[in-house]
Nanobody
Framework: QLQLVESGGGLVQPGGSLRLSCAAS????????IGWFRQAPGKEREGVSC????????YYADSVKGRFTISRDNAKSTVDLQMNSLQPEDTAVYYC????????????????????WGQGTQVTVSS
């Protein structure tokens, strides 16, 4: 069974940066799309970014475009999310998730399209 473990969350001041990491085990990243999602208290889970490694392509929600960068670290078998210029509205539990890409390399940030999830890591942006 796929296993995903997030790390790197914490407390940061507005304007600061954090780097989240999603460690994948028991499967090969080459055949899966990895997405980062977040859920704030009282709100629905929303997609932040995703990557399809074989296609060499990434996708971002408008709310984070230009501030967040998703990347894959082949040596560590992780998918990282570099978050810059963080704002209080970025406060949420951040999750990574995986879905098999099959023959389709179309990006999706719909949580329903992802079948395996990590446990989440808290990101709090506050002064």
């Amino acid at each position: 069974q796929l296993q995903l473990v997030e790390s790197g969350g914490g407390l940061v001041q507005p304007g600061g940066s954090l780097r989240l990491s999603c460690a994948a085990s028991k499967f090969t990243l080459d055949y899966y799309a990895i997405g980062w999602f977040r859920q704030a208290p009282g709100k629905e889970r929303e997609g932040v970014s995703c990557i399809i490694s074989r296609a060499g392509s990434t996708y971002y929600a408008d709310s984070v475009k230009g501030r967040f960068t998703i990347s894959r670290d082949n040596a560590k078998s992780t998918v990282d999310l570099q978050m810059n210029s963080l704002q209080p509205e970025d406060t949420a539990v951040y999750y990574c998730a995986a879905r098999p890409t099959g023959s389709s390399w179309t990006h999706t940030l719909s949580p329903d399209d992802y079948s395996s999830w990590g446990q989440g890591t808290q990101v709090t942006v506050s002064s």
